[in-house]
């Protein structure tokens, strides 16, 4: 079964750090490109970092440009999203999703992981 | 960025109805790259169609995509209990990989 599990979401502090895991099974990991997207309550999906097979193509969304690091790996079966400096418009549902290609529609998600971010 | 106004917000039906929900995009997108994923409450978003008008394995031929350049459709052909949910639209033409805001159907 092809499955996606995220963690290491919890509630921290804003300036704080948070690391989120997404580990996968039953494909060939590291045959594909891999994202985070999140959504904050109540509201739509937001894409955050992408990530492709060899970690050679890499792109951020503005909002999180410079405090969030996305890395995989592919020994490992796993894929990363380090965050810090965090903010409190960054609470939210962490989902890890992938794709059959960099350029392409998330054909699987995980179920997601929270991060709430207040004081 | 792209970005990508999807309309109207909510989409009031009755089971058997048809749905047509649109997605526009600010500027084109290239080679059709738009995906609509389907949402219901707690759960993850599920990929319906990709490359504009192909529907991804498993999902039921009532769904249907079409459009190019800036204007998308999803049509819902009969309604079925099960698809009363959030509809959501995702460029990936060009990084930021932006979605729409979302459209709820809803039974009347």
């Known amino acids: 079964e092809v499955q996606l599990v995220e963690s290491g979401g919890g509630l921290v502090q804003p300036g704080r750090s948070l690391r989120l895991s997404c580990a996968a099974s039953?494909?060939?990991?590291?045959?594909?490109?891999m994202h985070w997207v999140r959504q904050a309550p109540g509201k739509g999906l937001a894409w955050v970092s992408s990530?492709?097979?060899?970690?050679?193509?890499?792109d951020y969304a503005d909002s999180v440009k410079g405090r969030f690091t996305i890395s995989r790996d592919n020994a490992k079966n796993s894929l990363y999203l380090q965050m810090n400096n965090l903010r409190p418009e960054d609470t939210a549902l962490y989902f890890c999703?992938?794709?059959?290609?960099?350029?392409?529609?998330?054909?699987?998600w995980g179920q997601g992981t929270t991060v709430i971010v207040s004081s | 960025e792209i970005v990508l106004t999807q309309s109207p917000g909510t989409l009031s039906l009755s089971p058997g109805e048809r749905a047509t929900l649109s997605c526009r995009a600010s500027?084109?997108?290239?080679?059709?790259?738009l995906a609509w994923y389907q949402q219901k409450p707690g759960q993850a978003p599920r990929l319906l169609i990709y490359?504009?008008?192909t529907r991804a394995t498993g999902i039921p031929d009532r769904f249907s995509g079409s459009g190019s350049g800036t204007d998308f459709t999803l049509t819902i052909s009969r309604l079925e209990p099960d698809d009363f949910a959030v509809y959501h639209c995702?460029?990936?033409?060009?990084?930021?990989?932006?979605f729409g805001q979302g459209t709820k159907v809803e039974i009347k």
């Open positions: 995702q460029q990936y033409t060009s990084s930021p990989h932006t």
């Open positions: 990530i492709s097979w060899d970690s050679g193509i890499i």
């Open positions: 500027q084109s997108v290239a080679s059709n790259y």
């Open positions: 490359a504009a008008s």
């Open positions: 039953g494909f060939i990991f590291d045959d594909y490109a």
């Open positions: 999703t992938k794709t059959t290609a960099y350029y392409s529609g998330m054909d699987v």
